[in-house]
């Protein structure tokens, strides 16, 4: 595109952020402060993830955009529309085909490959942020790897609940040092992060935090002996599709209660109905 | 004015940072992995086209870098290029280039509160894939794998050892030799075999 430097940041931002990306990759889990710069779109809409995306992009690659699992949604098209214009790069809604895969909110239901890097949007990059709102102390906190105040937090979720209530967003400790936010991917996503063959790159444009968890690195879900770490699922199959393994978005179809519950993986969806897999509304739909 | 200056940068400064940015992001997620850089760079003696491309990634006015004697005379195109401030103490700096392992405990290993402020060295040596064996075990890595540099010195595994241990801290390495790299991050421990 005319009148913009390649990717659209200039030389001098993306080495500051490649430097920031490198510290980033050596100490897993840590995160590290960056310049983020204004972007031409607003804090809170992925400009973190962008700004990663930015500086790692070259143009042989293919970059993949999905929000919440979705490909087709207003943030995953315009972020997909903005790289294709700034940088001329390829495009892709599947998952195999992409070299670059930025996600808010999720991470995609096929295995990544070593050869691809998923870029994570962040909004809240500190994982004790609700439970202490100082920075100096939290920075301090990590440094000592003082996580008391986290394991408290779940002990009184068990005994006023009688289980962790955190569905998403649910801490995490990599390399058995850093205290992390997973960002805000659904606790059933959690174990992809363990030991995922890819590379994995956090950016928190508004907090100017960046993050990295390097491949085959340990990322344990926190948890208590007596009180495992479980993934939630909806208990149903994909109406479309009828994976019975898949995260799964509630949609309200009509009023009067209908619900349907759906791949939120729309690559994930489209792949297996291609294949021949019909879920019970699935067939309704042919049908019509 | 140095002749040295006379020979240029990157041929394309854009793809060509990326590029090796990409090898450098790669090697640190996976300590030890070899990747090919600056193959089209005609670097400043006593540079290595590795080293010189890393420089050119990484480096600017705003990384105060240190240059030990034996690299000291690629000096001025390193000014010229990165416009990087050259500084004389080793700390300090947030990147040090070195012909030969410097003291490592001279290098800014970062603060427990900043781990990330440590300074990154790159570390020309003689050779990258041939050599005595490292044996890498760490983030990054399903299982150890081996490194094989020729250029180290006998004391280096102690030397990193004790970097390691630093950890969150610690000073990270960027190999260069000829057109080859790898990288050491902190979080990697190693073993000679």
Redesign the interface.
């Known amino acids: 595109m005319k009148g913009y430097n390649f990717a659209y940041l200039d030389e001098q931002t993306k080495r500051m952020i490649r430097r920031a990306l490198l510290k980033a990759v050596a100490i897993p889990g840590h995160q590290v402060p960056f310049g983020s710069r204004e972007m031409p779109l607003p804090y809170g809409w992925g400009t973190g993830g962008i700004q990663v995306t930015a500086s790692v992009l070259g143009a042989g690659d293919v970059l993949k955009v999905i929000d919440q699992g979705a490909d087709d949604t207003t943030n995953a098209v315009s972020i997909r529309r903005f790289f294709a214009r700034t940088a001329g790069v390829h495009t892709t809604t599947r998952t195999a085909d992409a070299t670059v895969i930025q996600t808010r909110h999720r991470i995609p239901e096929q295995t990544l490959r070593d050869d691809q890097i998923i870029v994570y949007q962040v909004p809240q990059p500190e994982p004790l942020y609700r439970l202490e709102s100082s920075r100096i102390e939290t920075r301090r906190m990590h440094a000592l790897a003082d996580y008391g105040l986290m394991h408290v937090k779940l002990y009184e979720d068990i005994a006023r609940f009688g289980q962790i209530s955190i569905s998403y967003d649910y801490p995490v400790m990599v390399n058995r040092r850093h205290l992390m936010s997973p960002s805000p991917i659904p606790a059933f996503d959690n174990p992809k992060l363990h030991r995922m063959p890819t590379l994995q790159l956090f950016g928190a444009g508004r907090e100017k935090r960046i993050y990295a968890i390097p491949p085959w690195t340990e990322v344990r879900s926190l948890d208590f002996d007596d009180h495992p770490f479980r993934p939630i699922r909806a208990p149903h199959p994909c109406g479309l599709c009828g994976a019975t393994d898949s995260y799964l978005d509630e949609v309200v179809i009509d009023d009067r209660g209908g619900r349907l519950f759906v791949c939120s993986d729309t690559d994930h969806c489209a792949e297996r109905r291609a294949a021949g897999h019909v879920g019970t509304e699935g067939l309704k739909e042919a049908a019509e | 004015m140095s002749t040295t200056i006379a020979l240029p940068g990157f041929a394309d ?3 060509e ?3 090796t ?2 090898a ?3 090697a ?3 300590p030890g992995r070899l990747h090919r850089v600056g193959e089209r760079l005609t670097a400043p003696t006593p540079l290595d086209p590795a080293t010189a491309a890393v420089l050119l ?4 006015n ?2 105060p870098l240190w240059l030990d004697a034996a690299a000291a005379a690629a000096r001025d195109w390193l000014a010229f290029h990165c416009g990087a401030m050259i500084i004389g103490a080793p700390h300090g700096a ?1 990147f040090a280039v070195a012909l030969s392992l410097p003291d490592l405990d001279a290098l800014s290993a970062g ?6 402020s ?1 300074a ?1 060295l790159i570390l020309q040596i003689t050779a990258l894939g041939t050599g005595v064996g490292y044996r890498l075990s760490g ?4 299982e150890p794998a081996m490194l094989k540099a020729d250029g180290l010195p006998a004391g280096f595994v102690a030397d990193w050892q004790r970097n390691h241990a630093l ?2 801290r610690g000073v ?1 390495i960027i190999l260069c030799a000829g057109t080859v790299l790898t990288a050491l ?3 990697v421990s190693i073993e000679e075999v």
């Not at chain 2, 990634?57 to 600017?60: A, C, I, M, N, S």
């Not at chain 2, 603060?111 to 990330?116: L, N």
């Not at chain 2, 983030?139 to 399903?142: A, V, W, Y």
Request: charged residues 30%; hydrophobic residues 35%; aromatic residues 6%.
């Open positions: 400064p854009v793809d940072a990326q590029a940015f990409r450098v992001l790669d640190m997620a996976r990634t990484l480096v600017d705003e990384t947030a603060t427990h509160e900043a781990p990330e440590s990154t983030p990054g890595l399903r950890y969150p990270d991050p902190r979080s």
